[in-house]
């Protein structure tokens, strides 16, 4: 049997905190003088504002988080899997050039620049950008994504990961913005 081998990862842990603690002292880090469209853009509110497939929100120390001590940690299952990470009702500015702005940081067991696991970004169901297994990097990168299409528009954002059959491919996302 040649190609790609299988590789047993051990499943990801699963003992996460769903809810942040009330008093924590960064719980107000998105009141940051830069306005945002989206509620808890950093998580560091925990849950809050956002529709997840399953323990997507984490302030797990086995990843990092970009600001703060939560972040969004989507697949990473070495296996066929699909998460999703959603807001809705966003407010996207009526002036300007609106975008959204965030931090992916992406690890994978994967190599070459054949993209088997991808995250989407999906605004009322239309995908804008896809990133993938191929856009692997050391740390957290700023991405940019216009939004000059829904300009004044109230929207749905989602961040939509897949996963190939074998190899895994972990996609971190924190401080989001849209603005
Ligand atoms: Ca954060
Ligand atoms: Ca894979």
Do not use: C
């Amino acid at each position: 049997m040649g190609g790609r081998q299988r590789r047993h990862r051990p499943a990801r842990p699963r003992h996460r905190h769903p809810h942040p603690h009330p008093d924590r002292p960064d719980s107000f880090a998105d009141h940051a003088p830069q306005r945002n469209a989206l509620t808890n853009g950093s998580f560091e509110q925990g849950t809050s504002g956002w529709t997840q497939s399953d323990s997507i929100i984490t302030n797990s120390s086995l990843q990092a988080a970009r600001d703060g001590s939560w972040y969004a940690w989507m697949m990473g299952y070495g296996a066929d899997a699909i998460e999703s990470l959603s807001q809705s009702n966003i407010a996207v500015p009526s002036t300007g050039t609106p975008k959204l702005t965030f931090w992916l940081k992406v690890s994978t067991q994967e190599s070459g620049s054949t993209a088997y696991d991808t995250l989407k970004v999906n605004v009322n169901g239309t995908t804008l950008a896809t990133y993938s297994n191929a856009d692997a990097s050391s740390g957290y990168v700023q991405k940019t994504v216009d939004l000059s299409a829904h300009k004044g528009q109230t929207v749905k954002l989602e961040f939509a990961g897949t996963e190939d059959t074998y190899l895994s491919t972990i996609f971190l996302v924190d401080q989001i913005a849209i603005g």
